[in-house]
């Protein structure tokens, strides 16, 4: 590649930015506070050789996140990057106890919209009223015990 102007790297360093100069396509000469910053925090050696050891398709990729960790590592000298990160895990926990509060609530609300309309039916089905039901008889002379056994079904009438 040819480049009419040195680039950000080269200018920095005070060279002559040859053709295949490997800092040239991802620290351009329009933006030299980019390479500023990651010359500041990685150094100039340790960059080329981190560009130098990757493929070509991985090191535009390499290139910015080297910038991006060192611009947070010069806002923020002791966390970096991990402070931002530490940041929006703890805004995701919040978020997700928000919304585990706003479902339980939705819950609840619904559980209690569903036991005033089948209080309304009751109410209803109260009103409505035309006799004994099917399992009380008002009439019945023995009365009804919880501790007595229950019939069974399966046999016929007259074994119990």
């Keep these: 590649m040819s480049y009419s102007t040195r680039c950000a790297a080269c200018k920095s360093l005070r060279r002559r930015c040859p053709q295949d100069c490997i800092l040239a396509p991802y620290f351009p000469s329009n933006d030299p506070q ?3 910053s990651v010359q500041k925090i990685f150094g100039a050696s340790n960059t080329t050789k981190i560009l130098q050891q990757l493929p070509v398709h991985q090191r535009a990729e390499a290139a910015d996140c080297m910038s991006f960790e060192a611009a947070s590592r010069i806002q923020d000298p002791v966390y970096g990057c991990v402070g931002i990160i530490s940041q929006l895990h703890q805004q995701i926990l919040t978020t997700q ?6 479902q339980a609530q939705l819950a ?5 919209q ?3 309309q089948e209080r309304r039916i009751m ?6 009223y035309d006799g004994p039901s ?8 023995e009365p009804f015990y919880l501790d007595q056994p229950l019939p069974d079904f399966h046999q016929p009438p007259g074994f119990l």
């Design 34 to 36: 980019r390479f500023a």
């Design 97 to 102: 106890h928000e919304l585990a509060m706003t």
């Design 108 to 112: 609840f609300h619904y559980a209690q």
């Design 114 to 116: 569903e036991t005033q």
């Design 123 to 128: 109410t209803q089905s109260q009103v409505q």
């Design 134 to 141: 099917s399992w009380f008889d008002p009439n019945q002379k």
